[in-house]
């Protein structure tokens, strides 16, 4: 199996290209990136789990560091997953789990006031599930 380290930091470095490129497109030119990543991290693993949270934890973490909105492009990717779930043969529901668990891991560098923004968005839109996130930065804040 490939190294989850590897599409951590390939999706790290696409989404800071992409933010390099144009610092002012936000989450519209970020979230089709990142979903080229996780699209890419699905297919060339035979279990895509590890693979799709590190590249979600490797995009979410470029977000942050290059000073975008991790909430926007969060909940962006999250509202892709329906049509990515197709091409990578995997249920929207574990795909959005599995995003919240790679944007969980950066909420120990990104702080209380992302994480309650982001969480808040994820309630708004998708009712219940906020619980997951908090479980999933509950764990990474332990594993800190």
């Known amino acids: 199996m490939a190294d989850p380290t590897d599409f951590e930091t390939q999706a790290k470095d696409a989404v800071m290209a992409c933010i390099k490129a144009d610092p002012l497109g936000g989450a519209a030119k970020i979230v089709p990136v990142i979903g080229m990543q996780l699209a890419h991290a699905a297919r060339v693993t035979k279990e895509p789990k590890d693979a799709v949270v590190a590249a979600c934890r490797g995009g979410f973490n470029a977000v942050l560091l290059g000073g975008q909105s991790v909430p926007d492009a969060a ?15 995997t249920s929207p529901e574990d795909l959005m789990s599995w995003v919240m668990e790679g944007a969980a891991d950066v909420m120990p560098m990104a702080g209380a006031a992302v994480q ?20 999933f930065c509950e764990a990474a804040k332990n594993r800190g």
């Open 75 to 89: 909940v962006g990717v999250m509202e892709a997953l329906s049509g990515m779930s197709l091409s990578m043969r």
């Open 116 to 135: 309650d923004a982001l969480r808040t968005r994820i309630e708004e839109k998708y009712m219940g599930a906020s619980t997951i996130f908090d479980q």
